[in-house]
């Protein structure tokens, strides 16, 4: 049995997002990931840099221009944190810190391995914008 387990990478808004464009600001600035100490989180290099890229990339644009400029937009990235567990119940987990076995019917040790295959690291993070091509029609 195979157990998927999918969070996008986290990253803090600084306060120059609080005040520009909140659709930037959603975009470059996400929930920290939901377990503590584990997943990679952006770093504010990073979403400062997704920030002004977006504010750069709709500046002076009308809303259904800006809107089109920014759809399919995306920050950070995917982790595949998967388990592959046994017919038994035993549940190993690997990631960039290692590898770790728990059991299947034990969260609390599932969320031990997953720190240790997985440990918070803050890392640089790309953002990514669909070709300003496709918006001509709706930008010209």
């Known amino acids: ?9 986290a990253c803090a808004p600084d306060e120059r997002q ?9 975009l470059c600035g996400v929930d920290e990931p939901p377990l503590a100490g584990a997943y990679d989180i952006c770093s504010e290099d990073s979403s400062r840099t997704c920030f002004e890229q977006c504010e750069s990339r709709i500046a002076g644009s009308v809303t259904g221009c800006s809107e089109c400029l920014l ?18 119940g035993n549940c190993t987990v690997t990631g960039h810190g290692g590898s770790c076995t ?19 690291r803050e890392v640089s993070c ?6 300003a091509r496709n918006c001509n029609g709706v930008c010209s």
Do not use: H, K, N
């Not at 609080?18 to 600001?25: E, F, I, K, L, S």
């Not at 759809?71 to 038994?88: M, N, V």
């Open 1 to 9: 049995m195979r157990i998927w387990f999918v969070f996008l990478v």
């Open 102 to 120: 728990y059991r299947a019917d034990d969260p609390a040790d599932r969320d031990r391995c997953t720190r240790i295959a997985f440990p918070r």
């Open 71 to 88: 759809q399919g937009a995306a920050f950070g990235g995917p982790i595949d944190a998967s388990a592959e567990c046994d017919p038994t």
């Open 126 to 131: 790309p953002v990514l914008f669909d070709d």
């Open 18 to 26: 609080v005040d520009g464009d909140p659709r930037c600001a959603s």
